[in-house]
Each structure stands twice: as structure tokens, then as C-alpha cells.
């Protein structure tokens, strides 16, 4: 009984916090069919973001429709800034910054959300020595940029209030 009651604490404490594990996005009804209009359907990113919209109910059209929201991706961009320099010249860090500037409108072609743009870094080390773990590591987190950025905009359009 002991061991029960031990194992069965942490989850109350859990659910006393108000802690809830993420479903699905609760997005617009507008979204419910929805033109992702990107600039490059093949970007890692849009593969991601459309494969979120997906598991969250919004039927994905490949053109647009006057029924249809459409969610414009104006511009991703991801890149890579030196952040520290070492007393030798060298870069020792770098900061990853990937800008995305969308909007959204519904099928009547009024904007829901007007052209803005997100925003999310990430900060990594740099030793020459170690080329091939720090290529690595930037891969990881430019993979993990565009999860995160995929997921920051999911909660933008969550904040879209309802007509």
C-alpha cells in the first residue's frame, strides 16, 4: 500500500498544478481546410509544419480556395551569427536565429492574423578541434529550430479568437 500510494503522489501533484500533457492544437474553425501558401513547399520546415496541421484536423488544399483559409509563409529564413570571438580572432560561439513572417486569412480573404514575424535563437559552442561534433550540433539545432518554430506558430494560430 505504501508503494502505491508513493507511486500515485507525483501524479497528484501533476494534476493539482495544472499541468495537462499537449493534444491536439485547438486552431481556428477557419482553419478546418486550409492553402499553406510558402514560397518553397519543399522546405524542411513547411514538411513539418504541414505534417503538425495534419495530426491536428486541418485538411491541407494544394491551391487556394475562395472556402479555404489561407496561411501565408512569407518568409523563413535561418541563419547563423558569430556570438563570441576569442582573444585570437576565433569564433568560439554562434547564435542560429530563424525568422518566419506569416499571416493568416480566412475564406472570405480577411486577414485573422496580419503579417508578423516569430522569432527563435539558439546558441551553440565552436571548437576547432572538434569540427565534426560541432557540425553536428548545428544540425541538431537547426532541426530543432524548425520543430520549435513549427509548434511556436501552432500556439499563435491556437490565440486567433474565434468570430
Known sequence: MRSSVLMLLPLVLLAGCGFQLRGEARLPEAMARTWLAVPDANS??????????????????????????????????????????????????????????????????????????????????FDEQAILAATREEEFLRADLRRAMAAQLLRRLEAVPAP
Not at 58 to 74: F, K, M, T, W
Not at 83 to 93: F, K, N, P, Y
Not at 112 to 122: F, H, N, P, V, Y
Request: glycine share 6%.
Open 44 to 125: 524542411i520546415f513547411v514538411r513539418e509544419l504541414a505534417m503538425r496541421l495534419e495530426a491536428d484536423g486541418v485538411e491541407l488544399l494544394s491551391g487556394p480556395d475562395p472556402a479555404a483559409a489561407a496561411l501565408r509563409i512569407h518568409r523563413e529564413r535561418l541563419r547563423s551569427e558569430p556570438l563570441t570571438i576569442s582573444g585570437q580572432a576565433r569564433v568560439r560561439e554562434f547564435v542560429l536565429i530563424f525568422e518566419l513572417d506569416f499571416s493568416l486569412e480566412d475564406g472570405a480573404g480577411e486577414e485573422l492574423i496580419a503579417r508578423e514575424t516569430l522569432r527563435l535563437t539558439r546558441e551553440y559552442s
